[in-house]
């Protein structure tokens, strides 16, 4: 029994050394180590996958000019709404005083067809205040 035990301590210890050389979600410590300094980056790579590296920066680069372009339509498109809200606020008051007009023009003819007499008045009324 105890050659039992001291294999599973054994392997127990064995155990703890391996998780104490990894670091990050079972990425060994000296693979971390190596990245963090530089070391595992080498010509070597750079030169065997040249072309996945820039196929990742020509991704990035596109990705960057659609969202530069989805930023300008978005400006443009606020600023074609603002537009069109005063041109219908503009239409309203244009409306408003057509039909303002029309009416004034349809009180005259009825004015001159029962011949009242009555004038329409340019200028708004006077007051006349009495100093003393």
Do not use: H
């Amino acid at each position: 029994m105890s050659a039992k035990a001291t294999k599973t301590k054994k392997e127990n210890k064995e155990e703890k050394i391996k998780k104490s050389k990894k670091g990050l979600k079972g990425v060994p410590r000296d693979l971390v180590n190596d990245m963090r300094y530089g070391r595992s980056l080498s010509l070597e790579f750079f030169r065997q996958n040249a072309w996945l590296l820039m196929l990742f920066v020509v991704a990035v680069i596109a990705l960057m000019g659609l969202r530069y372009k989805t930023k300008t339509k978005m400006e443009e498109i606020k600023q074609l709404t603002v537009e069109l809200q005063r041109a219908q606020s503009s239409k309203l008051q244009e409306k408003a005083a057509y039909m303002s007009l029309i009416r004034e023009a349809e009180m005259k003819k009825l004015v001159d067809e029962k011949g009242l007499g009555l004038q329409f008045q340019e200028y708004p009324p006077y007051e006349l205040t009495l100093d003393e």
